[in-house]
């Protein structure tokens, strides 16, 4: 018992074989569970987490994702920060960190973008652009960078997607999903919270979830002439197509909190998720064609979810649900040891939840607690995978 008479915090007990990957104050963050011992501080990960980049003075430097051990280093223009990798890991945006707020003022009028090769086998480029723009990511086939268009330049009210042509420095709209070029004045431009964004399991395509929009209207409404949109939506982008597509979410998504709403995809679907209004959807990939609708249990805070071996997983500010992937059917596994701060599978049947400081492992059948971790300063935990 403690000395006022309630129950113990449960103590750290720390559990071998695991690397955890957490967004903290101080950057990206990788952990050895079996340690407790930090292997290494970077900027960004790739999309497999078997790199990880920083720079280092004047120089891009690449580390192993799972030992933190130092495998490339290779000079860079001057530059801040690593912002963005390819799937292929052959180029990296270099930059200024991004703004406090994309909205307001001071915004930029002109921006500096860097794109380089980590192993220093393809001469880096240096894009100065007449606007204010931030990396989003590369295309597939590493010959254009997205990039988000913030509205009007020093002063944004909103943004519109765009693609950077790598080869010629010319900056052009995305593609519609039918593969047409985008009628002049008909692009979009958006405002809002983008809560999450999550890859596809084959990496060729990036899911971002968007609330709160000021009812907003899309390209196809803008086309069409319709005067009325929604106020949230899953922007899908092909990174091998080049097109963009907005998939509208139902009311009441986008009314509640942002925090309150999360997104995940598996191989055969995606999912999204408003806990505040109790509701879910799950539309199949690749078409998103097929969606379905489902009620889920109401709650506060944030949340997180996350897809493994065929169940989903929801991590809410009181429980830990497990779901039907095809019905949504929600089923309540135990409660949460903290407010969530990211949800990741791990190994065995397990899950690994971030929480403030720290990081949980679980059973994610039972939810019962299992181990551990202390990682100071988390904001989000990303990741966990077997060490070597």
């Given at each position: 018992m403690g000395a006022c008479g309630g129950p113990e915090a449960p103590k750290a007990v720390t559990v071998p074989g695991q690397v955890l990957y957490a967004d903290t104050k101080s950057g990206l963050s990788v952990l050895d569970t079996g340690t407790g011992l930090a292997l290494a501080a970077a900027t960004i990960a790739d999309a497999r987490w078997d790199r990880l980049y920083t720079l280092d003075g004047g120089s891009i430097v690449t580390l192993d994702g799972v030992t933190g051990r130092e495998l490339a280093r290779t000079t860079a223009p001057d530059a801040e920060l690593v912002r963005t990798i390819s799937n292929s890991g052959r180029r990296v945006v270099l930059g200024d960190p991004p703004l406090p707020s994309p909205y307001g003022k001071p915004g930029r009028a002109e921006t500096r973008?860097?794109?380089?090769d980590p192993t220093g086998a393809w001469p880096a480029k240096t894009f100065t652009l007449k606007g204010n723009y931030e990396p989003d990511a590369f295309s597939a086939d590493d010959g254009f960078l997205f990039v988000v268009d913030y509205l009007p330049a020093t002063e944004p009210e909103?943004?519109?997607?765009?693609m950077l042509n790598l080869t010629?420095?010319?900056v052009g709209p995305v593609l519609t999903r039918t593969k047409q070029v985008v009628p002049?004045?008909?692009e979009e431009i958006m405002r809002g919270d983008g809560r999450l964004g999550v890859?596809?399991?084959?990496g060729d395509r990036l899911y971002t979830l968007y609330t709160h929009q000021p009812d907003h209207l899309h390209t196809r409404d803008l086309v069409a002439g319709r005067s009325t949109g929604v106020h949230a939506f899953v922007h899908v982008l092909s990174l091998t197509e080049h097109w963009a597509?907005?998939?509208?979410?139902?009311e009441p998504f986008g009314h509640g909190p942002a925090e309150g709403h999360t997104?995940?995809?598996?191989?055969?679907?995606?999912?999204v998720f408003d806990t505040a209004g109790g509701r879910a959807i799950r539309a199949e990939t690749p078409d998103l064609m097929e969606i379905r609708e489902a009620t889920i249990p109401k709650t506060t805070g944030p949340a997180f979810a996350t897809s493994t071996s065929g169940t989903l997983h929801l991590a809410t500010a009181d429980s830990l649900y497990t779901l039907d992937p095809d019905s949504l059917s929600a089923h309540r596994t135990g409660p949460t040891p903290g407010t969530p701060r990211g949800l990741t599978p791990g190994p065995a049947g397990t899950l690994w939840l971030g929480i403030t400081d720290g990081a949980v492992q679980l059973d994610a059948q039972s939810g019962k607690e299992l181990a551990r971790v202390e990682i100071p300063g988390l904001i989000t935990l990303s990741h966990a995978q077997p060490s070597v």
């Amino acid at each position: 018992m403690g000395a006022c008479g309630g129950p113990e915090a449960p103590k750290a007990v720390t559990v071998p074989g695991q690397v955890l990957y957490a967004d903290t104050k101080s950057g990206l963050s990788v952990l050895d569970t079996g340690t407790g011992l930090a292997l290494a501080a970077a900027t960004i990960a790739d999309a497999r987490w078997d790199r990880l980049y920083t720079l280092d003075g004047g120089s891009i430097v690449t580390l192993d994702g799972v030992t933190g051990r130092e495998l490339a280093r290779t000079t860079a223009p001057d530059a801040e920060l690593v912002r963005t990798i390819s799937n292929s890991g052959r180029r990296v945006v270099l930059g200024d960190p991004p703004l406090p707020s994309p909205y307001g003022k001071p915004g930029r009028a002109e921006t500096r973008l860097v794109v380089a090769d980590p192993t220093g086998a393809w001469p880096a480029k240096t894009f100065t652009l007449k606007g204010n723009y931030e990396p989003d990511a590369f295309s597939a086939d590493d010959g254009f960078l997205f990039v988000v268009d913030y509205l009007p330049a020093t002063e944004p009210e909103g943004y519109r997607v765009r693609m950077l042509n790598l080869t010629d420095g010319s900056v052009g709209p995305v593609l519609t999903r039918t593969k047409q070029v985008v009628p002049e004045g008909a692009e979009e431009i958006m405002r809002g919270d983008g809560r999450l964004g999550v890859p596809s399991p084959i990496g060729d395509r990036l899911y971002t979830l968007y609330t709160h929009q000021p009812d907003h209207l899309h390209t196809r409404d803008l086309v069409a002439g319709r005067s009325t949109g929604v106020h949230a939506f899953v922007h899908v982008l092909s990174l091998t197509e080049h097109w963009a597509y907005c998939l509208d979410l139902p009311e009441p998504f986008g009314h509640g909190p942002a925090e309150g709403h999360t997104i995940t995809v598996s191989g055969s679907a995606l999912y999204v998720f408003d806990t505040a209004g109790g509701r879910a959807i799950r539309a199949e990939t690749p078409d998103l064609m097929e969606i379905r609708e489902a009620t889920i249990p109401k709650t506060t805070g944030p949340a997180f979810a996350t897809s493994t071996s065929g169940t989903l997983h929801l991590a809410t500010a009181d429980s830990l649900y497990t779901l039907d992937p095809d019905s949504l059917s929600a089923h309540r596994t135990g409660p949460t040891p903290g407010t969530p701060r990211g949800l990741t599978p791990g190994p065995a049947g397990t899950l690994w939840l971030g929480i403030t400081d720290g990081a949980v492992q679980l059973d994610a059948q039972s939810g019962k607690e299992l181990a551990r971790v202390e990682i100071p300063g988390l904001i989000t935990l990303s990741h966990a995978q077997p060490s070597v």
